[in-house]
C-alpha cells in the first residue's frame, strides 16, 4: 500500500522569501507524485505532477518540486512567495494502474506574512 | 469549459437526520470521484463510478453511505442516518479516461456540520 507523509502541518513565511514544503513517500511500487493546492472555500486545483523523465518538475504560479526516488521524496519549492500563495498544499501518491486511488497526505498550511 | 459543479455549498443537520450532495461533472468526463475530506485532513477517496459503474467503493461506509450515478453524468452522494463524525468537506471530481494518466478536476465541495 502507497503512504505519503506531509511533516509540516503549518509553515508561516514572510512575503518575498524562498518556502519548501516537504513530502516523503512509501510505496513498494513505481508511483504518480502530486502537489494540489486548496484555496480557501475551494476544492483542490493541480499544481504540477510528476509521471516519468526529469526528476524537476515546473508547475503554475511559479513552483516547481524535485523527485528524488532513493530518498523517496517530492518536496514543493518556490524562490520568492506571494500574499496569494495561502493556502492549503496536498502532497499525493498514486501507483501506475489506471484504476488506482489517489493517496493524499494530510496537508501544509502555507500561511504568508506581509 | 465549465467546471465541475456541485451543490448545496453548505448544509447544517442534527445527527440522525438525512443528506444528499449532488454533483455535475465536467461534460463527456466518463470517471467520477467522492472524497471526504475531515478537518486538517487530505481527502479519502469514498467511491469512483465510471460511467454508471462502480470501480471502487472499499471505503464508503455503505451501512450509512449511499451513491448513484443512473445515467453515467451526475451524481448524489447520501448518507443516512449521519453521525457527528461525518462532518466534513465532501468533494466531487471527475475525470476522461483512456490515457496513461488522466487529471482529476475538482469542484468546489459542500461543507457538511452535522450538530
Known amino acids: 500500500a502507497q503512504s505519503v507523509t506531509q511533516l509540516d502541518s503549518q509553515v508561516p513565511v514572510f512575503e518575498e522569501a524562498p518556502v519548501e514544503l516537504r513530502c516523503n513517500y512509501s510505496s513498494s511500487v513505481s508511483v504518480y507524485l502530486f502537489w494540489y493546492v486548496q484555496y480557501p472555500n475551494q476544492g483542490l486545483q493541480l499544481l504540477l505532477k510528476y509521471l516519468s523523465g526529469s526528476t524537476l518538475v515546473k508547475g503554475i504560479n511559479g513552483f516547481e518540486a524535485e523527485f528524488n526516488k532513493s530518498q523517496t521524496s517530492f518536496h514543493l519549492r518556490k524562490p520568492s512567495v506571494h500574499i496569494s500563495d495561502t493556502a492549503e498544499y496536498f502532497c499525493?501518491?498514486?501507483?501506475?494502474?489506471?484504476?488506482?486511488?489517489?493517496?493524499f497526505g494530510s496537508g501544509t498550511r502555507l500561511s504568508i506574512r506581509p | 469549459e465549465a467546471g465541475v459543479a456541485q451543490s448545496p455549498r453548505y448544509k447544517i443537520i442534527e445527527k440522525r437526520q438525512s443528506v444528499a450532495f449532488w454533483c455535475n461533472p465536467i461534460?463527456?468526463?466518463?470517471?467520477l470521484y467522492w472524497y471526504q475530506q475531515i478537518l486538517g485532513q487530505g481527502p479519502k477517496l469514498l467511491i469512483q463510478f465510471q460511467n454508471n459503474g462502480v470501480v471502487d467503493d472499499s471505503q464508503l461506509p455503505k451501512d450509512r453511505f449511499s451513491a448513484e450515478r443512473l445515467k453515467g453524468v451526475d451524481s448524489t452522494l447520501k448518507i443516512q442516518p449521519a453521525k457527528l463524525e461525518d462532518s466534513a468537506v465532501y468533494l466531487c471530481a471527475s475525470s476522461s479516461v483512456g490515457q496513461t494518466y488522466n487529471e482529476q478536476f475538482f469542484g468546489p465541495g459542500t461543507r457538511l456540520t452535522v450538530l
Open positions: 499525493a501518491v498514486r501507483t501506475y494502474s489506471s484504476a488506482s486511488k489517489i493517496i
Open positions: 461534460s463527456g468526463h466518463a470517471t
